[in-house]
């Protein structure tokens, strides 16, 4: 009699048991795992949001210091040229050019973070408007191209 108790005190999880563990865990991971799949879009989309900040308060500044829009997205880094034209084709104040009006590591425009691309920025030049270049839609259904 004595030995039966011992042997059961000792045998392990059950059958039923283990399936028990398994089904609490599968259920904790599909909680936990599409809210760490979604925090790195959240991060891009901020960062995107800081970016096309960034660069229109860039652009809003030049044209105030020049008299117009930056003929292109290189002229918020790099002084334009004595005669150089805006956007809507009026002859910049270079005097006034107070740049640079961005400062990157690399000295480029800051990368989209969802194309991975400094070249990718839609920038309409009349307006002075500039828009991620990625065809992506956000969480909340919006084109990031249309931020």
Known sequence: MMMRMVSRKHRGF???????????????ALIVIPRLLGAGRKAKEAALRGD????????QQFEADCGDYPGSESQLMTA??????????IALDVNGWQGPYLRTADGNLPKDPFTESSTTWSYTQATG????????????????STW
């Open 14 to 28: 059950t059958l039923i048991e283990m399936l028990i563990v398994i089904v609490v865990i599968a259920i904790l």
């Open 52 to 59: 096309l900040h960034q660069l229109r308060n860039a652009i």
């Open 80 to 89: 334009p040229s004595a005669g150089a034209t805006g956007g809507t084709g």
């Open 129 to 144: 408007h500039i828009q991620s270049g990625s065809t992506l839609t956000a969480i909340n259904g919006e084109a990031y």
